[in-house]
């Protein structure tokens, strides 16, 4: 391998180890199609296209046929000679458009505002629920009274329905 094959290889391993400590949880082909479609991994790319700019077929008989030289002696005229009739080799087809590394951190944050903490709010509930029975024994109702008026009624019957079972499974009741 030649050394700036090696160096380009280094940094695409570089950017790959940085998104995966950013993203510990994606899957490789996901981390390796967003660090190519980043900046730095354009660039990559474009360097080794540029590399591979005049790219000729590998000499043998049929290629050496088509330009009209004999294989193997013509090596040496290969490359130019398929370059002059035939051009270059064309390029691969551009990659699909992977969301960036920033289009990936927006659409994170903007996820993390809907996900709901459901300890905190198991917690919440039963902190209401224990304050509307609390509210019930000031009215002069017993322990087991307060209780049973609260799960009963509203706003204890939601509360503890948030309680037990969380916002999660609680949506069609709220």
Known sequence: MKET???????????????????????????????????????????????????VPVFGPQTAATVGLRYPEDRALFRERWLRKEGPIAGAPPSPAYPTEEQTRRRTAEAAGSIKDEPKLKEEGRRGFLDEVARQISLGHSYSEAWSISSSTSPGKELYAQWSRGAAQNKKGT
């Open 5 to 55: 094959e090696k160096s380009r290889s280094d940094k695409i391993q570089r950017l790959l180890n940085k998104r995966e400590e950013q993203l510990p949880n994606e899957s490789f082909d996901s981390r390796f199609n967003a660090v190519m479609a980043s900046d730095e991994g354009r660039e990559l790319l474009a360097q080794m296209h540029l590399s591979n700019e005049e790219a």
